[in-house]
Nanobody, 120 residues
Framework: QVQLVESGGGLVQVGGSLRLSCAAS????????MGWFRQAPGKEREFVAA?????YYGDSVNGRFTISREKAKNTVYLQMNSLKPEDTAVYYC????????????????WGQGTQVTVSS
């Protein structure tokens, strides 16, 4: 089993920045792929970013968000810059052992989510 706990969400103004953290415990973290997803009210959960041997980004966040991992701390981060109102959502951390399908929802483990609200 892998347990994931997100933190760092909150309220921020348009153009501001936030850094989300996802602390992992359980099985070997370093070889797992890690992803960030988000879900806005009334919308489907969507891919934001993923990392394994390389990084992947959704079109709407590419160039503004950066995913990274610190293996010594079993933590993955999502640095979010130039935030927009449409970035408002609950952000979820996820992990999977398979190296395939990193931009899909097919992940093995999910965190509880952290709310990000961008005010205009």
């Amino acid at each position: 089993q892998v347990q994931l706990v997100e933190s760092g969400g909150g309220l921020v103004q348009v153009g501001g920045s936030l850094r989300l953290s996802c602390a992992a415990s359980g099985r070997t973290f370093s070889r797992y792929a890690m992803g960030w997803f988000r879900q806005a009210p009334g919308k489907e959960r969507e891919f934001v970013a993923a990392i394994r041997l390389k990084t992947y980004y959704g079109d709407s966040v590419n160039g503004r968000f950066t995913i990274s991992r610190e293996k010594a701390k079993n933590t993955v981060y999502l640095q979010m810059n130039s935030l927009k109102p449409e970035d408002t959502a609950v952000y979820y951390c996820a992990s999977k052992e398979s190296p395939y399908g990193l931009t899909t929802l097919d992940y093995d483990y999910w965190g509880q989510g952290t709310q990000v609200t961008v005010s205009s």
